[in-house]
């Protein structure tokens, strides 16, 4: 069953713009965390950017500046700003949503969208 779901990616050029959404479904509630990661290849999947429910962010230096993740107020929607976009950006980015605890604690994620940023 798919419960996050990502949009947005493409084919842009080096230092244009995209903008990725990922929708989570109903049955993802409370989360602590909501983030984007990316696997270039044959590399690691590493963290790019994420987000409490309180607002807090977290990006990675190489994505600091030129990246901006966000919210809606349910917490149910979190996007990725990427401007600036640079060859190095080239990878499937992957939503994920996460919730601590012992109540009902949950790791899901999406099924990636490819970014690839070429001339």
């Known amino acids: 069953q798919e419960q996050l779901l990502e949009s947005g990616g493409g084919l842009v050029q080096p230092g244009g713009s995209l903008r990725l959404s990922c929708a989570a479904s109903?049955?993802?509630?409370?989360?602590?965390?909501m983030g984007w990661y990316r696997q270039a290849l044959g590399k690691q999947r590493e963290l790019v950017a994420t987000?409490?429910?309180?607002?807090?962010?977290i990006y990675a230096d190489s994505v600091k500046g030129r990246f901006t993740i966000s919210k809606d107020n349910a917490f149910k929607t979190v996007y990725l700003q990427m401007n600036n976009l640079k060859p190095e950006d080239t990878a499937v980015y992957y939503c994920?949503?996460?919730?601590?605890?012992?109540?009902?604690?949950?790791?899901?994620w999406g099924q990636g969208t490819q970014v690839t940023v070429s001339s």
């Open positions: 994920n949503a996460k919730r601590f605890g012992d109540w009902r604690p949950y790791d899901y």
């Open positions: 109903a049955s993802i509630f409370s989360a602590n965390a």
């Open positions: 987000i409490t429910s309180g607002g807090t962010t």
